[in-house]
Protein backbone atom coordinates (compact mmCIF):
# COMPACT_ATOMS: atom_id res chain seq x y z
CA UNK A 1 0.00 0.00 0.00
CA UNK A 2 1.64 3.53 -1.04
CA UNK A 3 1.60 6.24 1.69
CA UNK A 4 -0.94 8.16 -0.02
CA UNK A 5 -3.80 4.94 -0.08
CA UNK A 6 -2.41 4.17 3.67
CA UNK A 7 -2.97 7.93 4.71
CA UNK A 8 -6.34 8.31 3.13
CA UNK A 9 -7.84 5.20 4.83
CA UNK A 10 -6.20 6.39 8.19
CA UNK A 11 -8.31 9.60 7.33
CA UNK A 12 -11.55 7.69 6.63
CA UNK A 13 -11.56 5.97 9.65
CA UNK A 14 -11.58 8.86 11.49
CA UNK A 15 -15.24 9.68 9.81
CA UNK A 16 -15.80 5.90 10.80
CA UNK A 17 -14.51 6.21 14.07
CA UNK A 18 -16.76 9.95 14.64
CA UNK A 19 -19.77 8.28 13.13
CA UNK A 20 -20.00 4.87 15.78
CA UNK A 21 -18.56 7.17 18.81
CA UNK A 22 -21.66 9.54 18.23
CA UNK A 23 -24.20 6.80 17.83
CA UNK A 24 -22.94 4.51 20.63
CA UNK A 25 -22.75 7.52 23.23
CA UNK A 26 -19.11 7.37 23.38
CA UNK A 27 -17.93 10.45 24.81
CA UNK A 28 -13.89 9.78 25.54
CA UNK A 29 -13.47 7.94 21.77
CA UNK A 30 -15.57 10.53 20.06
CA UNK A 31 -12.71 13.47 21.97
CA UNK A 32 -10.09 11.46 21.07
CA UNK A 33 -10.59 11.37 16.98
CA UNK A 34 -9.34 15.24 17.03
CA UNK A 35 -6.41 17.03 18.11
CA UNK A 36 -6.96 18.71 21.70
CA UNK A 37 -7.37 22.18 20.91
CA UNK A 38 -9.77 20.50 17.84
CA UNK A 39 -12.98 22.50 17.09
CA UNK A 40 -16.25 21.36 15.49
CA UNK A 41 -18.71 23.87 14.13
CA UNK A 42 -22.47 22.44 12.67
CA UNK A 43 -24.05 25.22 10.84
CA UNK A 44 -28.09 23.95 10.28
CA UNK A 45 -30.31 25.38 7.73
CA UNK A 46 -31.27 28.27 9.38
CA UNK A 47 -28.18 29.11 10.59
CA UNK A 48 -26.31 32.21 8.23
CA UNK A 49 -23.20 33.88 10.15
CA UNK A 50 -23.05 31.84 13.63
CA UNK A 51 -23.67 28.37 14.12
CA UNK A 52 -25.71 26.37 16.06
CA UNK A 53 -22.70 24.55 17.73
CA UNK A 54 -19.13 26.03 17.90
CA UNK A 55 -16.83 23.92 20.47
CA UNK A 56 -13.34 23.75 21.35
CA UNK A 57 -11.47 21.24 23.22
CA UNK A 58 -11.22 17.32 23.94
CA UNK A 59 -13.57 18.59 27.41
CA UNK A 60 -16.39 19.87 25.51
CA UNK A 61 -16.18 17.34 22.75
CA UNK A 62 -16.15 14.40 25.08
CA UNK A 63 -19.80 15.61 25.86
CA UNK A 64 -21.57 15.70 22.20
CA UNK A 65 -22.58 11.90 22.44
CA UNK A 66 -23.59 12.38 26.14
CA UNK A 67 -26.20 15.62 24.83
CA UNK A 68 -27.32 13.01 21.58
CA UNK A 69 -28.08 10.55 23.94
CA UNK A 70 -30.32 12.78 26.27
CA UNK A 71 -32.19 14.71 23.33
CA UNK A 72 -32.70 11.10 21.05
CA UNK A 73 -33.83 7.76 22.26
CA UNK A 74 -31.20 6.35 19.06
CA UNK A 75 -29.07 8.02 16.35
CA UNK A 76 -27.38 6.44 13.30
CA UNK A 77 -24.83 8.37 11.14
CA UNK A 78 -24.61 6.65 7.91
CA UNK A 79 -21.17 7.89 6.07
CA UNK A 80 -21.21 7.89 2.12
CA UNK A 81 -18.53 9.41 -0.16
CA UNK A 82 -15.95 11.28 0.76
CA UNK A 83 -12.60 12.64 -0.74
CA UNK A 84 -9.21 14.07 0.62
CA UNK A 85 -6.22 16.22 -0.23
CA UNK A 86 -3.28 14.80 1.49
CA UNK A 87 -0.03 16.68 2.36
CA UNK A 88 2.44 15.73 4.33
CA UNK A 89 1.53 16.85 8.03
CA UNK A 90 -1.93 17.87 7.31
CA UNK A 91 -4.83 17.26 5.06
CA UNK A 92 -8.43 18.50 4.17
CA UNK A 93 -11.27 16.26 3.52
CA UNK A 94 -14.86 16.76 2.30
CA UNK A 95 -17.39 13.89 3.82
CA UNK A 96 -20.94 13.38 3.11
CA UNK A 97 -23.06 12.07 5.91
CA UNK A 98 -26.98 11.27 6.60
CA UNK A 99 -27.06 11.70 10.32
CA UNK A 100 -30.48 9.92 11.49
CA UNK A 101 -32.17 10.82 14.80
CA UNK A 102 -34.62 8.94 16.22
CA UNK A 103 -37.34 10.05 18.77
CA UNK A 104 -40.20 7.64 20.39
CA UNK A 105 -43.15 8.48 22.03
CA UNK A 106 -46.59 6.84 22.90
CA UNK A 107 -47.82 7.16 19.08
CA UNK A 108 -44.48 5.79 17.12
CA UNK A 109 -41.56 6.98 16.23
CA UNK A 110 -40.25 9.59 13.78
CA UNK A 111 -36.71 10.05 12.22
CA UNK A 112 -35.09 13.48 12.16
CA UNK A 113 -32.35 13.04 9.02
CA UNK A 114 -30.08 15.93 8.09
CA UNK A 115 -28.58 15.51 4.84
CA UNK A 116 -24.79 17.19 5.46
CA UNK A 117 -21.27 17.70 4.31
CA UNK A 118 -18.26 17.22 6.86
CA UNK A 119 -15.13 19.85 5.81
CA UNK A 120 -12.43 18.71 7.38
CA UNK A 121 -8.67 19.83 8.19
CA UNK A 122 -6.41 16.89 9.52
CA UNK A 123 -3.24 17.11 11.07
CA UNK A 124 -0.93 14.62 12.18
CA UNK A 125 -0.31 14.53 16.22
CA UNK A 126 2.77 14.05 18.11
CA UNK A 127 3.02 10.68 17.38
CA UNK A 128 2.23 10.67 13.62
CA UNK A 129 -1.24 9.13 13.68
CA UNK A 130 -3.95 11.45 12.14
CA UNK A 131 -6.81 14.02 14.13
CA UNK A 132 -8.85 15.67 13.25
CA UNK A 133 -8.21 19.71 13.57
CA UNK A 134 -11.36 21.44 12.71
CA UNK A 135 -14.94 19.88 11.51
CA UNK A 136 -17.24 22.74 9.75
CA UNK A 137 -20.34 20.38 9.09
CA UNK A 138 -23.18 22.03 7.00
CA UNK A 139 -26.54 20.60 7.29
CA UNK A 140 -27.67 21.55 3.62
CA UNK A 141 -31.29 20.22 4.64
CA UNK A 142 -33.49 18.24 7.10
CA UNK A 143 -36.48 15.75 6.81
CA UNK A 144 -38.62 14.46 9.52
CA UNK A 145 -39.92 11.02 8.90
CA UNK A 146 -42.40 8.46 10.54
CA UNK A 147 -40.46 5.60 11.97
CA UNK A 148 -41.15 2.26 13.22
CA UNK A 149 -39.93 2.22 16.98
CA UNK A 150 -37.98 -0.41 17.56
CA UNK A 151 -36.72 -3.34 19.94
CA UNK A 152 -36.15 -1.41 23.19
CA UNK A 153 -33.14 -3.53 23.23
CA UNK A 154 -30.02 -1.34 22.18
CA UNK A 155 -27.61 -2.95 19.83
CA UNK A 156 -24.37 -3.08 20.87
Known amino acids: ?28 GYATIFLPGGHLVVFRPDDTDTPSTDLTG ?19 HLIGQSIYAIGTDEATGVIYCMAHHLTVNRDGATDH ?3 MRYRDDYRR ?4 VWKIAERIAHVDWTETRPADAPNPVRSP
Open 1 to 28: MTDHAADELALRELAARYAIAADEGDGD
Open 58 to 76: HDRLAAVPRLLAERFDRTF
Open 113 to 115: VMH
Open 125 to 128: DGHG
